[in-house]
């Protein structure tokens, strides 16, 4: 198994994204496995509000280190996350968008991308979304029992009647939206009931599969090596990846749009993988919290990795601070030998660096934890991502693949249908004896 490895540092002033956090940690639900939640204690007796100052001040400044980069960036997306955003109320939202409109070049499109639990979700915010062009992302967890066996709300009650009930105002004023599964100790055993849930009944095109890597710990922080029951391991995340992908290759290919799917077939085309978690460095993917205080990484919002406060310091300047350029080169340098030695490591790079908490097999610490997930995943897709980089190369649709594995499919049952005795299982899958069933 070959790629490129042929990766080079992005540049910052062109290639950077901030997650939004214009509530800080503040919810309305209490997930049991959100790790952000805890993040509320960095700030007591806080508010939680960001001003209209600190957000025209983002807002210009964001929009002027992409229109004014090297590459003259022609579009650029504001993503807004939590805690809820949609705790700021729609007024907030609507000043978002008049802020983005008065400092956006004439050259320039400007996006939204909104990440929303979905239980607060009325007409009149759908009728927002739809005029300022939002893409939504829902979290949804799968089919009801799935979803509400961590997505409680405050009192512990379940969450997915409102979720499903956000999730068809959207439809209704079609409103573009996805879907956030986070896979964990509930639902990863389910891959295939998780994946038509969301493809047949939700009508999800856009699909994320999270796994749920939760730290036992109290603070929030990526500290320490032990993780929670709710967890999802490694074994179970590679599995759940590769049963899904056998769904999806037959049938969904062009249809259905997993990102960590859309993501391997850049590697394998010889591209950017284009997601932060297994790009060879990172550090382009950082988070602003309401008051300002500009972060390292949406999974690194602690003392540790603050770079500083947008009211002392120009947006741009903090991007290209030393101190952010060590944090994104470190996933690189500090990559285990085994991890340099892989064959997957093309797409994968070692992973997130907040789940290398494992050891290698030679001891060497910074082993992602989910590891022996990735390879068996990425070694399960190699020659269908092989078949439709080909056909990207050609400029033939990957969908192509379907008909090739139809035909394989067919050739490779007409085979076993051929060397079957008459006491083995039947090849049709009946689950009767071949002399019972095709062999009569």
Known sequence: MT?????????????????LKPRGAICNLDCTYCYFLEKEKLYPDAAFRMSDETLENFTRQ???????????????????????????????????????????????????????????IDDEWCRFFRENNFLI??????????HDAYRVDKGGQPTFERVMAGLELLKKHGVEFNVLTTIHAANAENPIEVYKFLRDEIGARFIQFIPIVERDNDTGFQEGVAVTKRSVTGIQYGLFLNTIFDEWVRRDVGRVFVQIFDVALNAWAGDRPGLCIFEETCGLALALEHNGDLYSCDHYVEPRHLIGNLKKLPLINMVNSERQQTFGLAKKDDLPRYCRACE?????????????????????????YLCEGYKAFFKHIDAPMRFMAGELKAERPPANIMRRIESDDAEGLKNRFATAGRNDPCPCGSGEKYKRCHGR
């Open 62 to 120: 964001y929009i002027e280190a992409h229109s004014g980069s090297a590459q003259r960036v022609p579009e650029t997306t504001f993503g807004w996350q939590g805690g809820e955003p949609m705790l700021m109320g729609l007024d907030f939202f609507r000043r978002a968008a008049a802020f983005q409109e008065k400092h956006r070049p004439p050259e320039m499109r400007v996006l939204n991308a909104l990440q929303t639990n979905g239980t607060l």
């Open 344 to 368: 997957v490591r093309f797409i994968c790079n070692g992973g997130c660096p907040k789940n290398r908490i494992r050891n290698a097999p030679d001891g060497e610490a910074g082993l992602n």
């Open 3 to 19: 790629a490129p490895l042929d990766i080079k540092l992005p540049d910052p002033s062109a290639g950077f994204h901030v997650m």
């Open 137 to 146: 992302g829902i979290s949804l967890d799968g089919p009801r029992e799935m």
